[in-house]
Structures are given as C-alpha cells and as structure tokens.
C-alpha cells in the first residue's frame, strides 16, 4: 500500500492581500460603496476613503477605522482640483494604487419628478459633471499611481438603457458614464488598467430613498427578477471584490448585472404574485 504524500502546496492568502484602493461614495453603512469596502478589507485590500465634507467626515471616518484604515481625504468632485487635490494627498501617503472604485452621483432630487422633458439646463450640467465626468476625471488623474495596472469600477443602473420612472436626467448621466467605460477601457488598456461598470439593482440606500416612489421600483423588482428578490449589499460587493481583483485580470469595458436577473426581463408573467415589502 502507496501511503499518501504530505501536500506541500503554499496555502494561498487573502484574495487582496498586499492590493492597495481607493473607494469614493460612502455615505453610510447602508451605501454600496461600504458594502464593497468591507468585501475588500475582509479579503486582506488596504484602504482609503474619501467624503465630501465635515458633515460626512462624521459617518466615514468611523467606518475606515473599523476596517483598519486611517486614510481618509475630503474630497468634493463638483469644485475645480477637487479630485487632483485628493490624490495629491494620496500620493503622499501611497506610492501605488490598485483599484479606485467610484460610487458618487448627484441630481436635484426635485428634478427626478415628472418628465424628463423638463430637466432645466443647469441641473442637467449638474448631474453630467458630477455622476459622469468625475470618473473620467478620477481615471486620469490615479493612473499615474496605478503602476502596475489595476481596476477602475464605477457604479451605474438599469436606468442608462431603460426608462424607469422618476430616474429621468440620471438615467441620461448613467447612459454617459456607460459609455464612458467602454471608452476609457480603450484609453487605459494600454496600462493594463480595466474599467468596468456595475450595474446593481434598487436597493434601500441614502441615494436610492431621493428617487421618487421608490418603493414602488423597490417592490416592482422583487416581484419580478427571476431571483424573485433585490439583491444584497454583498452580492454587489462580491461583484465589486471579483473586478478589483486579479480573478477579472481579462475583463475591461463591461457593465455587470447585479440586479437578480431583473435586466433580463421584459413583459412580467400576469400570475406572479406580489413580493412582500
């Protein structure tokens, strides 16, 4: 009888041991930006985190120091060098950055009302700047940190491709930040840097609660996702942990679906029952 032979194999670390990130966008411990940052730190990333004023300094300084983090900038995407003066800061501090995630979208919340037809000039130039160009602005100004290639993620929503109500002006932003995945997967490919989008289903977060009748999309999505369920802050983070790490290193240019299957869909079956609140 042959007796078995020790595996000497090296057990493989955390997935993001020794990976370095960058996450914009939490506003509290409901946002999507935190559900994807405890997914990264639980699987060993280091972090920093930035907010965008005083007021949200006091929500996320305390979330970066559960993770183990002490980086923390301000960062207000709508003011001229906002970003640059940011990852000057960062710069200080790190030497490499491996993956940025991008969770920051703004609109006039009295404008996600009604028609789109009636968006005024300013909050459409408003919206564009600050849910769009920020991560074209973001992009350029990491890459001269990000060394040795790395991941760019944003986050965007079913409403870039179809009507959903009271989205109105955002779903025009996120159509523009989507094509913009695509273009700056081009631009950076070159850097072996990926771009890539998710787009995550409703979920009861700070952003979510602006949109009008809410809970209504809330519902409408349970009901209908062939999942038969919105999905949770750490499915969207598994998606998020998956393109920051080196298991996406083929991916670039693409939006991902975290929505329960819901995209899929178009009439709803007339015997599906209502989903409970």
């Known amino acids: ?3 078995a032979m020790d595996d000497k194999r090296p057990t493989p670390g955390p997935l993001m041991a020794g990976k370095r990130g960058l996450i914009l966008g939490v506003a509290n411990d409901k946002s999507i930006a935190w559900g994807v940052a405890k997914q990264l730190a639980g699987h060993g990333a280091e972090l920093a985190f930035t907010y965008q004023n005083d007021a949200f300094a006091k929500r996320v300084v305390p979330l970066a120091e559960s993770v183990g983090s002490d980086l923390t900038f301000p960062c207000d995407v709508s003011e001229e060098d906002g ?9 200080n501090r790190w030497d490499r950055v ?3 995630l991008h969770a920051v979208a703004y609109s006039d919340k009295n404008e996600l009302k009604g028609r789109y037809l009636d968006t005024s000039r300013d909050n459409f130039q408003h919206s564009l700047s600050i849910s769009c160009y920020s991560f074209t602005e973001l992009a350029r100004h990491c890459r001269p940190l990000m060394t040795q290639g790395g991941s760019l993620v944003t986050l965007t929503y079913l409403g870039a ?3 959903t109500p009271n989205y109105n002006v955002m779903g025009v932003a996120k159509a523009a930040l989507e094509a913009s995945v695509r273009y700056l997967a081009v631009d950076l490919g070159g850097d072996s840097i990926r771009v890539n989008a998710i787009s995550a289903g409703p979920m009861k977060t700070l952003a979510g609660s602006a949109i009008a009748d809410a809970r209504h999309t809330y519902r ?3 009901n209908n996702a062939p999942l038969r ?3 949770s802050l750490d499915e969207v ?3 998020a942990l998956y393109l920051a790490s080196d298991l996406s290193a083929g991916v670039t240019g693409e939006v991902m679906y975290v929505d329960a299957g819901f ?3 178009a009439i709803p079956h007339p015997n599906r029952e209502q989903a409970p609140e």
Do not use: K, P, S
């Open 1 to 3: 009888m042959v007796e």
């Open 83 to 91: 970003i640059a003066g940011m990852v000057e800061q960062l710069g």
């Open 98 to 100: 491996d993956f940025v």
């Open 161 to 163: 491709n179809r009507v």
């Open 220 to 222: 409408y999505t349970a």
């Open 229 to 231: 369920r919105n999905v």
């Open 237 to 239: 983070g598994n998606t």
């Open 263 to 265: 995209n899929v869909t």
